[in-house]
Each structure stands twice: as structure tokens, then as C-alpha cells.
């Protein structure tokens, strides 16, 4: 049992829309192999026919979907085979999470130009949340076929349809390695490697293994090795080339050709450089166990992979995975995906080109032990860490990421702060909390035009000088804790707030210090910065190219600044930013862009304000011996969407909340402690006690014994909040749209505020 449920589809439908439209029609198409021509004698083959049975079959998956779906659950919807579907689904549940996935290459928007069905397929995906593909270069082509096509507006995120985004990105597939590698143990698999090293001593062995596919590029790869042959004569009785070739599609006239034609040519080349005891090509019609295809992988010299086109091309990383004894050599053709991940250590061929495939396969041959290891490193490498697994969870957790920016996107635009309200509940309290942002909330805001010739070492953001005052009251006031917490390095904050008596968060909570005291970290364990070197480069680049952009490399995170360049060259160059990110550092780890209004900031998924509040909460309260609980909060700055949740973590039932379940790759610990502390952060708000809150919280959370939790309640049974709603006040600065409860619309309305509450009476 395998979990799976059935769809059923009679044999009229599987053949319009399976062998027809998916395997005739699409597979070429997205392959740029053209269309077939229309057979307009034979009305079961014409393209509308087809289509109509694509369109009824997608139909009957969405039915099982529907009948079987939980509200929660995420559909993945994955292949050309099932383009409709995300139309299907949500029309009938606007709210179901549909991420669609594309195996194959999409092609040049010129190319799907041609597909008579073109429009309807491309609005029927974007009806999905997130759409991906395995290289970027697909997923451009996509957005460039949805803007020249459908005359939507492509944004860096995605496509955007009357206010709807549908999210593009590229989210290049892996294989489960462990399996590969561990089954070279195995006795059977130990047992086909002698055998087939036996049977070949003495000579060297080139594999192919392909599904006998006109996109797999067979014929050319067996050219160049007649070529190689041709030209190398002393290779002759020295090598021989595998090909394994899986019978696929074997009902589409098209592959029953391809069948013939690779036979004859294999027949001719054998015929002329074949002797009584020996051939140079051992050519299988057949598909091989996983035993055998893992045996052959680990004892061949080299891999020949000459696809004309192909979405990744899983044998190439397969191959990779089974060499690390051997550490043998990867042909591979430039037109496959995998050539964007696996190109550094493979040799990188146009099959087109056969006078070049031969002579890459003498260098292979040749090619010294010192180069074939560093080549194989390189690729070993990038296959163990980017697994199936990974690419799996990577997408779904982005899906359940772009859900909730959806939802944030749709904020509402806060009222203004009522600051004789936020003072007067101020003056009542006697243990208040005042989160603050830095900047944009306490610093000067930025005048672009105006400041078009300040020095570039004016950057360093700066506390205006109007509120030194009333900050100081406030921090000296006894009733009353500061934070300042902010993106900013530690430098920063050292720098602008040393004198006074508050605590600094930096690095968006990862790190921590009161005044008096040093900082310490609140960053979660296993934290990879790993990134940081490939991301700089990109930055270093363009801040080379735009004029009076900067970046700033902190210890968490790493962000380019182009608040003082030209706006509509910066937003350009922004753009290309973004581009180069998604293919190359960003491509497979899991990291987060942040997109400022003038910044891209890049910081791994685990840093964010709302992620660090409650551990930082947790220090506060222990380092100040609190004994009572804080009964007003005031959170105020000009946070990014991203660090936006920070809002609604001390009032969890608002509907914008980000749940837990959502951030699934916050490492546990984290996640856990967010749930636990905010059961102990109760507010008054209705008449539910402390005990069924809790209560209700355990359902959410693995548990509620957390370490932070634990530090962080008063004393057994009491809580560290005791907020009414009234004295709670959330308030974005600058920000027209926000999950706050207000706003103030810039930083000199904080000032008012600042003052009026130092001055309380
Ligand atoms: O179902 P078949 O007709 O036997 O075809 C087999 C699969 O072929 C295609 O595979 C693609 O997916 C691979 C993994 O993402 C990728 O490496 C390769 O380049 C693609 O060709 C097809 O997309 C699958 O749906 C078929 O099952
Ligand atoms: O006899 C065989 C030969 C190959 N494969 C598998 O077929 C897949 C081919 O995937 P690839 O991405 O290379 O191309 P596709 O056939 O999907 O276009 C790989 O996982 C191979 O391990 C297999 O199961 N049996």
C-alpha cells in the first residue's frame, strides 16, 4: 500500500489526453521540437480534440482532490500533465494551497506562442499559489510568456493579475543520495560490480542511460562515439559504450520511429568497427533493476549525457552519487537543467555539436586522476546537499510562506495611533515594555531628492537628535524597559545608544545586550552561513554598478541599500539583483530575500524579529528579576513584511497571525518556544483563564515546557504579560499598509510620541 489514490481514466481519455495532448503536443513543444501536424482527416487527433480530453482528465483528478481534501492540507500539483488543474481546484476552493511544479523545460515565450491552447494553459497555472521550476532560466521564460501572452505585469516575485500574485520561482529538484550511496553495500549490488568488471577488463566503459526519448539526444551520442572511434583508432578495442535505453511512450508513432532509427544506426557502427569477439556498443532495450543501474553507475568510466533538452536529468546526479570510489567523468550536455548545478565539475557539450562531443570524450578518457577527483568533488558535493528531500520540503514550505505574505499583502491600512489614548494608558501602568525599530521609526527619514550630494559616510543611520530627551526620561523612568530592536549591526546600536540605559537587539533579535552588560546571542543552533562569500559577490557587483548604492555585511544577514541612488535605476537594478541571486547562491539554500522599499536584504529563514522576540522577552524578564508582569506594551517601528508577525505575537488570536505550522523550517526549538511563551503571555482579552489558554496552546505546539517559558514566567502560575487590549498598542511607522493596529505616518509623529510620554503625567 502506498498511500496513493487511484485516478481513474478510460482507455479513449488516456489516449486524447496522455498519449495525445501531454506526450504529443506538450512534450515536444516544451522540448522545442515543434507541434506535429494537425491530421485533420482523423478527428480523435486534432489539437481541440485532445485538449478537450486533457482538460476532462484534469477535471477527474480535481474530483478525487476534492473528495479526499482536509482544510489545511497543501496540493502539489506536479507536470505538464496536469496544467488545468490549479484552475480546477480553486475555482472550486479559492483557499486550498495549490503549488504547481514543472519537470520538464519551459520553453521561449516565441515557443509557446505556437500552442493553439496557449492562453487557457498559462491563466489556468496561474491560478495556482506558487509555481516552480528547476532553473530560472524556465521560470523567466514563464513570466516572460505570461506578460507578452497574457499582457499581465511580471514582478520579481512573480505574475501579478488584477492585484493577485501568483509566486514564480525556480526550485531545482535533487535525488535521495543516502539511497544511492548506501546501496553500493549491498551484496547484490557488490556482486554486479565484479561481474561487470569482469566482463569488461581491460577496457573502458562509457554509459548512457536514457528513456528512449527523441529528447535524450541517442542518435547524436552515438554519432560523436562513431566520430571518437573514427578519429581515435588506437581507442578502438579499448572502449565500449553502454547504452541503456528504457522504452517509454511506446504507443506515440514518433517513438516507435526513434526506436528504429537509433537500432540501425547502433547495427552500422558495430558492423564497421566491431570484430568476432567484441562490439563497441552494447545497446539494452530494456529498463534495469535499482541493483544493476547502481552496479553499472559505480563502475563505468564516464557518463555520456547528451539531451537535446531536458528539464534536470535525475542519471547525471545519480551518477555523480555512485562515483565516489571511482570518481569518474560527466559529459553533459549544456540544453539538460542539471548543467546549471552539476556544471562545475562536469565537461559541458552542445550534442548538436558532434565534433565536440567526440573530442570531449578523448579529454574524459584521458583526463589525469588529480582533475577527474577535483571534478567529482564539486558535483558530489552539490548532489549530497541538495537532495530530493531538501527540494520537497523547500517547496512546500515556501508555498505555506507565499500563503501567508498573501494574506499579509491584503493588510488593511491602519488607523492613526491615538497618542492621548497610547499616553493615558501609559501613565496608568506600572510595568510597561516600549519595543522600538531604529530605522526609519528613530532616525531622520530619508530625503532622496535632498540628499542626492551627501557624502556616502553620512549612510551610517543615525538617532535624531530630537529624541535623545525624551529617550532618556523614558529609559531612566523605573517603570518602564526599552528595546531597541532593530536589523542593524551591533556597532550600530553600540554606537547610538551606549548611554543610554535600554536594551539593543541587533541583527533582528540575534543578538542581545543591556547597556550595562555585553551582548550575547540569541541566534538559533545550526545556523548555516555558508552563504555569505556567493551572496557578497553578487552584492559587491552591483553595488559597483549603481551609483550610490551600498551594502553592509552583518554577522546574520547580508543587505543591499539603494535608498540615495537614482529610484528608478535602483528598482532596475534591484531586479537584475534579484535574478542573479535565484540562479546562482540562493538558488537551493534555505534563505529568505527580504525586499525593502529601497534594500534587498538576504538573511537565512530562521532570522526574524517575531522569531527572537520571545527569547529576548525571556532574557528581560530574568536579567531584571521582574515581579510583576508587564501590563502595557507599546511596539512600534517600520518592520518589513517578513518581520511583520512581530505585531501579533502578543495578541495570537488576530486572523493575520502567522501560525506555527508555517514556518516549518524555524528550527523546532524556536518554534516551540514561540507557542510555549505566548501561552504565558496572556492577555485579558476575553474571559478565557490562563489555565485554558494553555490549554488550548498544547494542541498547537509539541509542548509547553519550553526553555524560554519556563525562564520566563514570574513565578508558578502567574504570567509574565497581563495585558488588557487597550494597553496594548502595535503601530507601524511609515508604512501605509500594515498587520499593526495603527500607524504614525513617519518618524517625526514619533517624536510627538516619545515626548509625550516621557513627559507624562
Ligand atoms: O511517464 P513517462 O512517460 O515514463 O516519463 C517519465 C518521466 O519523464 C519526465 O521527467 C522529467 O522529470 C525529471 C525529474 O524532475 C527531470 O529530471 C527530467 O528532465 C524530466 O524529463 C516527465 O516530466 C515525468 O512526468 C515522467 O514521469
Ligand atoms: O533502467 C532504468 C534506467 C533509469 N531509471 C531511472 O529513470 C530516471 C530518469 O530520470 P531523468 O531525470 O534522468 O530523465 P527522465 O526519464 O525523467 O526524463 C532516473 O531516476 C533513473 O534512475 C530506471 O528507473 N531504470
Avoid at 493577485?164 to 520561482?169: D, E, F, P, Q, Y
Avoid at 511583520?644 to 488570536?653: H, K, N, Q, V, W
Wanted: overall charge negative; some cysteine.
Amino acid at each position: 500500500m502506498q498511500r496513493c489514490i487511484p485516478v481513474f481514466l478510460d482507455e479513449e481519455v488516456v489516449h486524447q489526453y496522455y498519449n495525445g495532448y501531454c506526450n504529443n503536443i506538450l512534450w515536444p513543444l516544451f522540448h522545442y521540437i515543434g507541434l506535429p501536424q494537425e491530421d485533420r482527416l482523423a478527428t480523435t487527433r486534432s489539437f481541440q480534440s485532445q485538449f478537450d480530453a486533457y482538460k476532462k482528465a484534469n477535471q477527474l483528478f480535481a474530483d478525487v482532490v476534492n473528495e479526499h481534501y482536509e482544510e489545511g492540507d497543501v496540493v502539489w500539483c506536479h507536470d505538464y500533465h496536469l496544467m488545468f488543474l490549479p484552475k480546477c481546484l480553486k475555482e472550486r476552493n479559492s483557499k486550498m494551497k495549490v503549488g504547481w511544479f514543472l519537470h520538464t523545460p519551459f520553453p521561449s515565450s516565441e515557443i509557446h506562442r505556437m500552442l493553439p491552447s496557449r492562453l487557457e494553459l498559462l491563466r489556468s497555472v496561474l491560478a495556482a499559489d506558487l509555481v516552480g521550476f528547476h532553473t530560472y532560466d524556465y521560470a523567466r521564460h514563464f513570466v516572460s510568456a505570461c506578460t507578452r501572452i497574457l499582457g499581465l505585469e511580471g514582478t520579481p516575485e512573480g505574475v501579478e493579475d488584477q492585484g493577485k500574485l501568483t509566486r514564480i520561482a525556480a526550485f531545482p529538484v535533487g535525488i535521495d543520495s543516502e539511497r544511492f550511496i548506501k546501496a553500493l553495500e549491498l551484496p547484490e549490488v557488490q556482486d554486479h560490480m565484479k561481474v561487470l568488471k569482469q566482463r569488461f577488463a581491460g577496457r573502458k566503459v562509457m554509459l548512457g542511460v536514457d528513456r528512449l526519448d527523441m529528447i535524450k539526444g541517442i542518435p547524436q551520442k552515438i554519432l560523436a562515439f562513431e566520430k571518437f572511434l573514427e578519429e581515435n583508432p588506437n581507442w578502438r578495442n579499448k572502449v565500449v559504450l553502454l547504452q541503456i535505453a528504457v522504452p517509454t511512450r511506446t504507443d506515440v508513432p514518433e517513438y516507435q520511429k526513434l526506436t528504429s532509427q537509433v537500432h540501425e544506426i547502433v547495427g552500422r557502427i558495430n558492423g564497421r568497427f566491431g570484430s568476432l569477439t567484441a562490439v563497441p556498443i552494447h545497446h539494452l532495450d530494456r529498463s534495469l533493476d535499482f541493483h544493476e543501474l547502481c552496479a553499472l553507475y559505480a563502475v563505468t568510466d564516464v557518463a555520456l549525457v547528451t539531451s537535446l533538452r531536458d528539464g534536470m536529468n535525475l542519471v547525471s546526479y545519480e551518477y555523480v552519487a555512485c562515483q565516489e570510489s571511482k570518481k569518474g567523468v560527466l559529459i553533459l550536455s549544456e540544453f539538460a537543467g542539471a548543467a546549471q548545478s552539476l556544471g562545475a565539475g562536469a565537461i559541458l557539450v552542445n550534442p548538436w555539436n558532434v565534433t565536440e562531443v567526440a573530442s570531449s570524450i578523448g579529454y574524459a578518457l584521458n583526463m589525469p586522476a588529480d582533475e577527474r577527483e577535483k571534478r567529482h568533488h564539486h558535483n558530489f558535493k552539490h548532489v549530497i546537499s541538495h537532495t530530493a528531500q531538501e527540494w520537497a520540503s523547500t517547496f512546500v514550505s515556501e508555498l505555506n510562506v507565499t500563503i501567508v505574505e498573501a494574506q499579509l499583502r491584503t493588510r488593511q491600512i491602519p488607523p492613526p495611533l491615538p497618542i492621548e489614548v497610547a499616553v493615558d494608558r501609559y501613565s496608568c501602568s506600572n510595568n510597561r515594555l516600549l519595543i522600538l525599530g531604529f530605522n526609519a521609526t528613530l532616525t531622520e527619514p530619508v530625503d532622496t531628492l535632498g540628499r542626492k550630494d551627501s557624502q556616502i559616510n553620512e549612510w551610517q543611520p543615525k538617532l535624531r537628535p530630537d529624541l535623545r530627551e525624551p529617550l532618556r526620561k523614558l529609559c531612566d523612568d523605573p517603570k518602564t524597559t526599552v528595546l531597541v530592536l532593530s536589523g542593524s549591526a551591533r556597532n550600530v546600536l553600540d554606537d547610538n545608544f551606549s548611554d543610554y540605559n535600554l536594551w539593543l537587539a541587533a541583527e533582528n533579535g540575534m543578538f542581545l545586550r543591556v547597556t550595562t552588560g555585553d551582548w550575547m546571542t540569541t541566534m538559533p543552533e545550526n545556523l548555516s552561513m555558508e552563504w555569505v562569500d556567493s551572496v557578497k559577490n553578487v552584492f559587491e557587483y552591483f553595488t559597483d554598478r549603481t551609483p550610490r548604492s551600498q551594502f553592509e555585511v552583518r554577522e546574520t544577514s547580508l543587505i543591499w541599500n539603494y535608498k540615495y541612488s537614482d529610484v528608478e535605476f535602483g528598482r532596475l537594478q534591484a531586479r537584475d539583483l534579484l535574478q542573479h541571486l535565484w540562479t546562482g547562491p540562493i538558488s537551493n539554500a534555505s534563505l529568505d530575500v527580504v525586499q525593502g522599499r529601497r534594500s534587498v536584504e538576504v538573511r537565512s529563514v530562521a532570522v526574524t524579529k517575531s522569531a527572537a522576540i520571545d527569547r529576548i522577552l525571556g532574557e528581560i524578564v530574568h536579567n531584571k528579576g521582574m515581579k510583576e508582569p508587564i501590563d502595557y506594551v507599546l511596539c512600534i517601528g517600520h518592520f518589513l513584511t517578513k518581520d511583520e508577525d512581530i505585531y501579533t505575537f502578543f495578541e495570537p488570536e488576530l486572523p493575520s497571525e502567522v501560525p506555527a505550522s508555517v514556518r516549518p523550517q524555524v528550527p523546532t526549538q524556536v518554534r516551540t518556544s514561540i507557542v510555549g511563551s505566548r501561552a504565558a503571555l496572556l492577555m485579558k482579552q476575553n474571559s478565557t483563564s490562563a489555565v485554558e489558554q494553555n490549554k488550548s496552546y498544547a494542541i498547537d505546539g509539541d509542548t509547553l515546557h519550553s526553555m524560554v517559558t519556563d525562564r520566563i514566567s514570574l513565578q508558578e502560575g502567574s504570567s509574565v504579560l497581563d495585558l488588557q487590549a487597550n494597553d496594548y498598542f502595535s503601530c507601524s511607522v511609515a508604512r501605509k499598509r500594515s498587520n499593526s493596529r495603527y500607524r504614525l505616518q513617519s518618524s517625526d509623529e514619533v517624536v510627538t510620541l516619545l515626548r509625550e510620554l516621557a513627559d507624562h503625567r
